[in-house]
Each structure stands twice: as C-alpha cells, then as structure tokens.
C-alpha cells in the first residue's frame, strides 16, 4: 500500500516515512503544499497524511482540490491546530480522521490501519496465489496454512510479486517500488532479498512460486509454464 505525506516540519517528516517503511508501507514525502498536491492527483495513493499549514498550499486547499476532483482516498489530518473549529472544518471539507501533534506513533499507525481497512473491499484485503496467501491489514503471511514471518522488506516484496502474478518485473522496478531507490547493477541486494523470501515461502513448499527468468527480472505465478 501507498501512502503520500505532506509535512515541511523536516524532522517530522522524515520521522513519519522512516516509521511507516519500516511498518511494510510504500512511502512518498513532499515537503510543500504544490508539490503535495501533484503527487496526491498524479502518484495513486492509498492514504494521504496532510499537514495544514504549509509553503505555497495549505491543507485545506489540497483537501478541497482532491475532493472536487473525484480522489477518493482517504485523507488524516496531521497538526499543531488543536481548536475544535479546526477539527471540524477538515472533517467537513472531507478528511477522514484528525491527530493531534505531538502524537504517538503507535496511535498514528493503527489510525492509519484502521482507514485503510474503510477504504478497501475484503477481497482486496487478502493476496493469495496457490497456498500462499498474504494479509494486508494483519501483516501475516502464511503457506499451507503455515504461519511465515517475514521482515517489512520481505513482506513489502512479496506483496508487490502477488500484486502482479505472472508478470516478469524487472529488478529496476522492485528497487523503486520496494526500495524507493535507483536500481545499481553493482548491488546484489535483490537477489540476496529474493533469495531470502524463497527459503521462507518457497523451499518447503510446493509448487514453487517465484522464478527468475534471466537476463529479465522475477516473477511469481502460482502455475508452471507449459512445456515448449
């Protein structure tokens, strides 16, 4: 899942997106209100964590622009303004929750948990190929029945591999999308990771679901391609 922060505070920002990677999330930062509002229209978010007072936009125009534009993803409000009339003035513009700063991280992520859950239909709640099935919310893995742990990382590249089962993804794009970071040919850090997934949901288990095809990226589909 992704998720767009609009904070300036640099502390608080990059506090927040060092938290919520490390919890399994996809995490952008934007540091103004304009360049928030690009990516809240453009970036395909999940969930928006929007400050109020900001550089060239606040958060009540960005909220208002998002809903006038149809985006429906849901949006907290994270902020120093405490006054009731606040409060409710985001909420009647259309955000879906209110913290408070200071705040604890705890609370934000279970905030952040609990909206995404609103916002999503219970099908989408569940990833499964073969045996294999991926929980979302719970942040549980399990194959055969069999309870897996992964780490964030882990976790975050198997959700993307059983987003898009059978599709070969090169190692470029699992860097940006898992690593948010420019793929180097030099680094072995995906091989190492995806070997490290396939000892935990692969080796004991059959069929094998993740490939390498050479030369390309990996994949994972939970049927073996047929015979040429």
Same mark, same amino acid.
């Given at each position: 899942?992704?998720?767009?922060?609009?904070?300036?505070?640099?502390?608080?920002?990059?506090?927040?997106?060092?938290?919520?990677?490390?919890?399994?999330?996809?995490?952008?930062?934007?540091r103004d209100?304009?360049?928030?509002?690009?990516?809240?229209?453009?970036?395909?978010?999940?969930?928006?964590?929007?400050?109020?007072?900001?550089?060239?936009?606040d958060?009540?125009?960005?909220?208002?622009?998002?809903?006038?534009?149809?985006?429906?993803?849901?949006?907290?409000?994270?902020?120093?303004?405490?006054?009731v009339?606040? &409060?409710?003035?985001?909420?009647?513009?259309?955000?879906? /929750?209110?913290?408070? =700063?200071? @705040? *604890?991280?705890? %609370? !934000? +992520?279970?905030?952040?948990?609990?909206?995404?859950?609103?916002?999503?239909?219970?099908?989408?709640?569940?990833?499964?190929?073969?045996?294999?099935?991926?929980?979302?919310?719970? &942040?549980?893995?399990?194959?055969?029945?069999?309870?897996? /742990?992964?780490?964030? =990382?882990? @976790? *975050?590249?198997? %959700? !993307? +591999?059983?987003?898009?089962?059978?599709?070969?993804?090169?190692?470029?794009?699992?860097?940006?999308?898992v690593?948010?970071?420019n793929f180097?040919?030099?680094?072995?850090?995906?091989?190492?990771?995806?070997?490290?997934?396939?000892?935990?949901?692969?080796?004991?288990?059959?069929?094998?679901?993740?490939?390498?095809?050479?030369?390309?990226?990996?994949?994972?589909?939970?049927?073996?391609?047929?015979?040429?």
């Open positions: 899942m992704k998720i767009l922060i609009v904070e300036d505070e640099a502390k608080t920002g990059d506090y927040l997106r060092q938290g919520l990677s490390e919890a399994g999330f996809v995490v952008d930062l934007a209100g304009l360049d928030g509002l690009h990516l809240a229209l453009e970036g395909g978010h999940d969930l928006v964590v929007l400050d109020v007072m900001l550089p060239s936009l958060g009540w125009g960005i909220l208002q622009t998002l809903r006038r534009s149809g985006r429906t993803m849901p949006v907290l409000f994270l902020t120093a303004r405490d006054q009339e606040d &409060r409710v003035r985001g909420l009647e513009l259309g955000a879906d /929750d209110y913290l408070v =700063k200071p @705040f *604890a991280f705890a %609370e !934000l +992520l279970a905030r952040v948990r609990t909206l995404l859950r609103r916002g999503r239909s219970p099908e989408a709640e569940v990833l499964r190929a073969a045996d294999l099935e991926l929980d979302l919310l719970r &942040r549980r893995v399990t194959r055969g029945g069999q309870r897996i /742990d992964l780490t964030a =990382k882990e @976790f *975050a590249l198997l %959700e !993307l +591999l059983l987003r898009r089962q059978g599709e070969v993804l090169p190692r470029s794009l699992i860097a940006a999308q690593w948010d970071m180097d040919s030099d680094t072995n850090v995906i091989e190492v990771a995806v070997r490290r997934l396939r000892a935990k949901v692969d080796d004991a288990f059959e069929p094998k679901l993740i490939r390498t095809v050479r030369g390309m990226g990996y994949v994972l589909e939970a049927a073996e391609p047929a015979p040429r």
